[in-house]
C-alpha cells in the first residue's frame, strides 16, 4: 500500500525544487522577442517553460542515489548556484532587458573593482536594491524550504531504485534539450556547464592567439603631429568589407571615406577583419592580421584617421 504522506511530501520536494530552477523561464514573458514571430515565441517560451519544470522536478529525487552527506552538499551548492543565477538574471533583465548570456559572463570576469564601482554607481537605485532584496528573499525562503523537505523525504525513506529512475530522466531530458537555447538559458545546471564551458574556451583560444601573434611590428611612425588631432575608428556593428565601397565594393556605401575632404588621412585596414560575436576573438584576429599589408601614410603629411 503507497504511504500517502510520503508521496505527497516527495512530490512535493521536487514542485517546490522546480519553482527554485524556473524564474528565469518566467521573466522572458517580461522580455523583448528581439524580432523573433511573436507565435514562435511564445511556443519556444511554453516549451522551454515545461522542458524546464520537468528537468527540474527530477534533480532533487536523482540526488538520493548518493550517500546522504554527498547528497546534502550537492543539493547545498545547487540551493545556492540557484539563488545566484535567479537573481542575476533578475537583475540582467532589469538592466539591460534580455537574459544572461556569454557576453555578459565574459564581460563579468574581466571587471576590475574600478569597473565594478562606476557600474553600481551607474546603476544603483532604490528600485534596483529593492528588486534585489524582493528576489533574495523568495529565493532563499525556497531554498530553506527544499531543504527542510528534503531531509523529512530522507526521514521517511525513498528507494534508489526510484532515485535512479529520477537521474535517468534527469540525463535524458539534459540530453534533449540540451541545445535548444530557451532550453539552456533559463535553467542554471545547462546554463553553467554549456554557457561556463563556452566562455572557458574562447578565453583560452584569445590566449593561444595572443601567444603567436607577432613580436614585432613593420608600422613605424612617418611625422609627429605638430597639433592636437582626431582619431577616429569606425567599427559597424554586423558590417563587412564587402559591403564598403573602400574596399571595392560597387556601391557608394561610404564615398566619404573613399574620396575623404582635403586634409583628411586614411589608414586602411587591408587585410584585417572579424566575424567574431565576442570582442576577444576580434582583439586577436586583428593582433593576428599581417602589419606588412596595413597601408601607411606614405606622404608623411599628417596623422591618418584609422577606419
Given at each position: 500500500m503507497v504511504n500517502k504522506n510520503k508521496l505527497v511530501m516527495t512530490l512535493l520536494l521536487g514542485f517546490v525544487f522546480a519553482l527554485m530552477m524556473v524564474p528565469v523561464s518566467l521573466l522572458e514573458f517580461f522580455s523583448p522577442t528581439n524580432g523573433v514571430d511573436i507565435g514562435v515565441f511564445y511556443k519556444r517560451l511554453i516549451i522551454g517553460l515545461g522542458f524546464n519544470l520537468l528537468f527540474s522536478f527530477f534533480v532533487p529525487?536523482?540526488?538520493?542515489?548518493?550517500?546522504?552527506?554527498?547528497?546534502?552538499?550537492?543539493?547545498?551548492?545547487?540551493a545556492l548556484i540557484c539563488v545566484a543565477f535567479v537573481t542575476a538574471s533578475v537583475l540582467h533583465v532589469q538592466i539591460y532587458s534580455q537574459l544572461l548570456a556569454a557576453p555578459s559572463l565574459m564581460v563579468l570576469l574581466d571587471t576590475d573593482v574600478m569597473e565594478a564601482n562606476e557600474f553600481l554607481n551607474f546603476y544603483a537605485s532604490v528600485e534596483i536594491l529593492l528588486l534585489l532584496t524582493a528576489t533574495l528573499i523568495v529565493m532563499i525562503s525556497l531554498a530553506t524550504y527544499t531543504w527542510q523537505l528534503s531531509n523529512h523525504v530522507f526521514k521517511l525513506g525513498f528507494s534508489k531504485v526510484y532515485a535512479a529512475v529520477a537521474l535517468a530522466l534527469v540525463l535524458v531530458l539534459g540530453y534533449v534539450g540540451w541545445n535548444k537555447i530557451y532550453f539552456s538559458l533559463d535553467n542554471p545546471i545547462p546554463f553553467i556547464v554549456q554557457t561556463g564551458g563556452d566562455v572557458m574556451a574562447q578565453k583560452a583560444q584569445y590566449k593561444k592567439l595572443l601567444s603567436l601573434a607577432p613580436k614585432k611590428s613593420d608600422a613605424r611612425l612617418v611625422s609627429a603631429a605638430q597639433k592636437p588631432a582626431t582619431h577616429i575608428i569606425i567599427i559597424g556593428e554586423s558590417a563587412t568589407r564587402s559591403h564598403m565601397s573602400i574596399y571595392g565594393y560597387d556601391r557608394e556605401t561610404n564615398p566619404y571615406l573613399k574620396t575623404p575632404p582635403q586634409g583628411m588621412q586614411i589608414l586602411v585596414a587591408a587585410d584585417v577583419c572579424s566575424s567574431w560575436h565576442a570582442t576577444y576573438g576580434s582583439i586577436a584576429n586583428i593582433m593576428m592580421g599581417s602589419s606588412k599589408q596595413l597601408s601607411i601614410d606614405k606622404n608623411g603629411t599628417g596623422p591618418p584617421t584609422l577606419v
Open positions: 529525487l536523482a540526488l538520493f542515489i548518493f550517500p546522504e552527506r554527498t547528497r546534502k552538499v550537492m543539493l547545498f551548492i545547487l
